[in-house]
C-alpha cells in the first residue's frame, strides 16, 4: 500500500505530529492517560513507516 516513498514518508510525518498534538492536549485524568498512549502509539508508528525499507 505505501510503496511510494514519498507517500510513506508524508504519512509517516502525519503520524508523527497527529501523534505530538494528541500527546499536547492530553489531561491528567485517566483519559489524558489514554490519549498519551494513543500519542505514543501513533509516533512509534510513524517512526516504524518512515524507517521501514521499500519492498
Known sequence: MLNKPA???AV???LIVL???V???ATETWAGMALVALGV???IIGIALR???PP
Open 51 to 53: 524507517h521501514r525499507e
Open 19 to 21: 501523534g505530538a498534538l
Open 41 to 43: 502509539s501513533l509516533e
Open 7 to 9: 507517500v510513506r514518508r
Open 12 to 14: 509517516a510525518l502525519l
Open 23 to 25: 500527546i499536547f492536549f
